[in-house]
């Protein structure tokens, strides 16, 4: 062996056997290192330990349990938030979100009543005893586009063999939410690209108790429901499958009543759109009469509003970013809607572009004004059943311009007080 590799390689020898095996014996009874090699062993245990726990949690996870989630854009998300406000004890709901509905009557009256249902947070229940835990998250990051509010999801999770009970759930929760619109009228207002219901379901309205001129409420009752029920007629001739209709006079001539009236009648919703929205386009204006909820009035409120002549389709001046074509495109385009009900409604007919209301497009068209002698009689008779009281009440209107919402709520403030409504009748037109 060379010097070199003499002075590279350890070497042992020359030492005794016995020092060898002293000092191994010293090194492994040091305690430290005793106590070292004991720490890695527990920790390495610990952490197998615990990876093991992980695993064997998520998959007796996955086995035993499942899990359902509701975003906020699907129409069951606040179905199921009514059904577990109904149904879930309160004191297993501890975080409670608010809901109000208000609204204001006739005679200035307002009512409120506040509704609560589940808030963010984690709820366990317990429903034909089978227990759920419920999860509702709110994303502050996300934002639903169509109606600007966080992005929200319900997750449900309970055992894997009670997974049937998430079907008879949303059933029941569809089924009181459509119980609460029993003889209701729903008012849908648009947000973003959909439609969605504005403030609580109305009482329908009778058609009774809209008075209008001689022969008009019956002429449109009759057309629309001649033509609900005469789908087959169209398609077998290929005419599209909508209706249009107008109607037009001053402010307060029951209009928009009669709409409501109409729609609580036929058992149908309302679906209200502001040609001035501020955003309005042309291809969402498109989508959203393409794809009006069933069983619903498409109703175009105060249309001169938004267009008058064809040389104002600019824009400027105007909110929305619609034109008057593609108004005309939607209405009975290429892309426009079949089976469809809309009502136009305007207080100045004559400012209107006649390609707006041609047949097709308006097929009919009737004139709602100021209050008739058989109004004024039938809306006074309504309130206070005196013949002889109402033929002076008449007589006194005579050459007098006056509106059927302007009758109401002179009878109302007069309620039970009919020679008063009488001897005051000036305040009506001063």
Request: net charge positive.
């Amino acid at each position: 062996m060379s010097i070199v590799e003499t002075l590279q390689t350890p070497t042992t020898e020359g030492i005794p056997t016995e020092e060898k095996q002293g000092l191994f014996s010293n090194v492994t009874s040091n305690p430290l290192f005793s106590a070292g090699f004991g720490l890695i062993g527990v920790t390495a245990g610990l952490s197998l330990f615990k990876r093991g726990a992980t695993v064997g949690a998520s998959a007796l996870r996955r086995r035993l349990l499942v899990t359902l989630e509701i975003p906020s854009k699907d129409k069951s998300y606040q179905w199921f938030l009514h059904w577990m406000s109904q149904q879930a004890p309160k004191r297993q709901v501890q975080q409670l979100a608010v809901e109000t509905s208000y609204k204001q009557h006739d005679n200035g009256s307002v009512s409120t009543k506040f509704g609560f249902v589940p808030g963010p947070g984690n709820h366990f229940f317990k429903w034909r005893n089978i227990w759920m835990q419920v999860q509702r998250q709110r994303d502050g990051k996300m934002m639903d586009l169509s109606t600007g509010s966080p992005w929200e999801t319900i997750t449900i999770t309970t055992l894997s063999r009670d997974r049937y009970i998430f079907e008879e759930l949303l059933q029941e929760a569809q089924e009181m939410a459509l119980k609460k619109q029993e003889g209701k009228t729903v008012i849908y207002t648009s947000y973003g690209p959909e439609w969605r219901p504005f403030g609580m379901p109305r009482r329908r309205r009778l058609l009774d108790s809209v008075i209008l001129d001689t022969g008009i409420k019956e002429r449109i009752v009759n057309d629309v429901k001649a033509f609900i029920t005469n789908g087959k007629w169209y398609n077998e001739r290929g005419i599209p499958y909508r209706r249009g209709y107008m109607l037009y006079g001053p402010p307060g001539s029951g209009k928009s009543s009669f709409i409501q009236a109409l729609a609580g009648e036929l058992e149908y919703n309302i679906c209200i759109l502001n040609l001035s929205e501020r955003g309005l386009t042309d291809d969402r204006l498109n989508h959203l009469l393409s794809n009006v909820p069933e069983r619903s009035i498409m109703l175009l409120e105060d249309i001169d509003a938004a267009f008058t002549k064809r040389t104002q389709t600019d824009n400027q001046g105007y909110q929305s970013m619609i034109t008057f074509s593609g108004l005309l495109n939607a209405l009975d385009g290429v892309a426009s809607a079949e089976e469809r009900i809309i009502f136009l409604t305007t207080n100045h007919v004559e400012k209107l572009d006649p390609a707006l209301i041609r047949p097709g497009r308006v097929d009919l068209k009737e004139y709602l004004g100021n209050a008739s002698d058989y109004q004024i009689r039938k809306m006074f008779l309504r309130f206070y059943d005196d013949e002889k009281l109402a033929d002076r009440f008449v007589e006194k209107l005579k050459g007098k311009k006056v509106s059927t919402a302007s009758l109401q709520g002179h009878f109302v403030y007069y309620k039970d007080q009919p020679l008063q409504a009488i001897e005051n009748i000036e305040l009506l037109w001063n």
